[in-house]
């Protein structure tokens, strides 16, 4: 099982940008898929999740009514729509899967910059 994180870059504030995230050997439509971030030096963050059922959606505080989580199963892949973007909102980004809420994110993607400029 693998995922590649990608569509990171440098933005201004207030500007939007997508991430993605593809999976090969798990499919997004059975399983809980999580967002995540980590700026140097600090611990990883929760960001978004979305259930496997694509009935429930999370979203951490600090991004919720700006940041979107969503799917596309014919392509086996997720998004992170992320809009209104703030300084505070750089980090590495990473995608991760797990098998049901119960149980720990088990597969983590190489993670994607998003560095945004005040």
């Known amino acids: 099982v693998q995922l590649q994180a990608s569509g990171g870059g440098l933005v201004q504030a207030g500007d939007s940008l997508r991430l993605s995230c593809e999976a090969s050997?798990?499919?997004?439509?059975?399983?809980?898929v999580g967002w995540f971030r980590r700026v140097p030096g600090i611990a990883r963050d929760f960001v978004a999740s979305?259930?496997?059922?694509?009935?429930?959606?999370l979203y951490a505080d600090s991004v919720k009514g700006r940041f979107t989580i969503f799917r596309d199963s014919a392509k086996n892949m997720v998004f992170l729509e992320m809009n209104s973007l703030k300084p505070e909102d750089t980090a590495v980004y990473y995608c991760?899967?797990?098998?049901?809420?119960?149980?720990?994110?088990?597969?983590w993607g190489q993670g994607t910059l998003v560095t945004v400029s005040s």
């Open positions: 979305l259930s496997g059922n694509g009935h429930t959606t």
């Open positions: 050997g798990r499919t997004f439509s059975t399983y809980d």
């Open positions: 991760a899967t797990r098998t049901s809420p119960d149980q720990p994110y088990d597969v």
